[in-house]
Structures are given as C-alpha cells and as structure tokens.
C-alpha cells in the first residue's frame, strides 16, 4: 500500500543485519506526512482459490479508519511488478531440491513482461544480494543456474533485506516472492520485528514452500514439525504484506506454484482512493471488500502518518 501526499517522508534506514552490508541501506519507508491526498492499496480477489477478473471502482469499497472512501480508479495490466525473487539456499536445498527450485523461478523469470522488474536474493544464514531489481530478465536466468547450496536457514533476515531493495516509486508495483522449504534457525530478526517491517513497508510479500516437510521448531529443541506449523512467523509476515501463502504436495510441483504465484500477481487490482476522513497522524487500519457476492480479499492493512 502506497499514499501519496504533499510532502513525501524520505527515511534512512538503518539495517541491524549482520552479513547483509557493512553499514546502512538507504530507503524508503511509506510513511506520509498529513496531507496524503491518495493511497494506492494492491488488491487480491478470489472466489473458490480463483482470481476474480472484470472488477471496477464501483465493485469496491475501503473503509480508512472507520470512514468510508470512494475508490476514484482500478487498474491491472498497466502498472508494471518491480518482482524480487528472495531464494533460499541453505543446505537443506543440496541435492535434487536445488535444480528444482531453479527451474520453477527460470520459468517464472521468462513469462515476465518487458517492462516488468525482477532481481534476486539468497540466503542460507545470512542474505546475498545476487541481482538488484531491473529489465535485465536474462542476467537474472543466468545468475539462478549458479546457485549452491549451503548453511543454515535466515530467512527473516533475508526478507528485511529485501523490503529495502524492492521498494519502488508510483511506476511500479513492489513485491517479494519468498521461497523457504525450512523454518529460520539462524536470523537476528526475530518474528515480530519482521511482521512489523512487513506491515510498514508497503511491498506484498508472498510466499511458497512445502506443506509438509519435516522441521526442526525454531529454538532447535530435538522435536519435529510440519512445515505448516513451523511457518506461522511467516504467514504472519505475508499477512502483513496482504500477499498469500502457497505450499506444494512435494518438490515436482514447485514450478506450478510458481506458475500459479504469477497468475496470482497480474490479476490483482491496484485501488486508488482519496481519505474521505481526517488524516490524522499514527496508524490507519484499512479494510477493502468487495461489495457483491462472497469473495476472499487480500489487502494490506493499513499505513503511517507520522507526526509533523
């Protein structure tokens, strides 16, 4: 979710992470000042795990802070992804599993649009930045086939790297796509700061993995979950960034999900409103729905004003 305003709030964000610079990324954390005179809200619809195609402004409705705001505009195929492939590559990956996950994103990386961005990340315990975002779709294939596997697992580390390389301005559409088959075991970020820094970005996160692969819980005790229990930190953070979770039967089908994650990203609808109430400073919940017939809406939760 992105609002614009009168007077954009530039941040430097100082990065805790150890590995992935030496000192500081520089970003952009959506935050406005009062005065936001739109906001932009990336939008799912999908009735029976379908995306719901041939919506308009009228079919909508968003509530800012308990105050109804018209929807002024819905656009689809005309805002390009600003696309950031966030891979693991920990040693759980060695083997058959690795070839598979790099053909599942290769697919990916081809059925991407000309003026689509995409850029790479991995990580095992600590995040590498392979290829930052950009139209160069075959130095991303060429850079995934060098991929090795090795170390222990970070991903919320590698997520938080992430939001701060994906972030993009009002041409495109920033998102992470996450792919992990195991639960974190090595990040200096715990499970709450990453759903915060998630829910504050405005980046959708989604991400994939395996339903029920065998994992070792987070405080490395010796007691074995499913992957589904192990990820809760990470449904949280996709959540966050109102994006969905998909989790393949076995290792064959991760190329289909990633089919079926790109599917998922053009048909979301970009909504654009104007807050019909006051924009005041602090934390603006914001729930979106369609008004006729049942449907499952994905939306980020909300935005900051801060203070002047």
């Known amino acids: 979710m992105v609002a614009t305003g009168r007077v954009p709030a530039p941040l430097t964000v100082a990065v805790a992470v150890v590995a992935v610079v ?12 009062a005065g936001v005179e739109s906001v932009r809200v990336d939008v799912s619809v999908t009735r029976g795990n379908r995306p719901v195609t041939g919506l308009t402004a009228g ?11 018209p929807v002024t505009s819905v656009s689809r195929e ?27 994103a290769t697919g990916l990386v081809r059925a991407l649009r000309p003026s689509d961005e995409v850029g790479l990340l991995t990580f095992d315990q600590s995040p590498r930045v392979v290829l930052p975002p950009s139209t160069g779709h075959k130095t991303v294939v060429d850079a995934l086939v060098q991929l090795r596997a090795d170390g222990p697992t970070a991903w919320r580390d590698a997520l ?7 972030a993009g301005g009002e041409a495109s559409r920033p998102v992470v796509l996450l792919f992990t088959d195991g639960a974190d075991t ?6 709450d700061g990453i759903a915060e820094a998630v829910r504050r970005s405005g980046v959708v996160v989604h991400s994939l993995g395996f339903r029920d692969r065998p994992q070792r ?10 992957w589904a229990a192990a990820s809760r930190s990470l449904q949280r953070a996709v959540d966050a960034g109102g994006g969905r979770q998909w989790l393949a039967e076995e290792p064959r089908l991760v190329r289909q999900l990633f089919a079926t994650a790109l599917d998922e990203l053009r048909a979301r609808y970009l909504l654009t ?10 934390w603006h919940d914001v729930r979106v729905r369609v008004k006729r017939g049942r449907a499952d809406v994905k939306a980020r939760p909300g935005y900051f004003v801060p203070a002047q």
Do not use: C, K
């Open 217 to 226: 819980v987070e405080d490395n005790t010796s007691r074995v979950v499913g």
């Open 186 to 191: 090595a990040s200096w970020m715990d499970a």
């Open 22 to 33: 030496a000192t500081v990324i520089t970003g952009q954390e959506p935050v406005f000042r």
């Open 59 to 69: 079919d909508f409705e968003v509530v800012d802070n308990g105050v109804t705001s």
């Open 273 to 282: 409103y104007s807050p019909a109430g006051p924009v005041t400073s602090g």
């Open 160 to 166: 938080f790297a992430a939001l701060q390389l994906v």
């Open 78 to 104: 005309d805002v390009p992804l600003r696309l950031l492939l966030v891979l693991d590559t920990s040693a759980s990956l060695d083997g058959p599993l690795l070839p598979t996950l790099v053909d599942a």
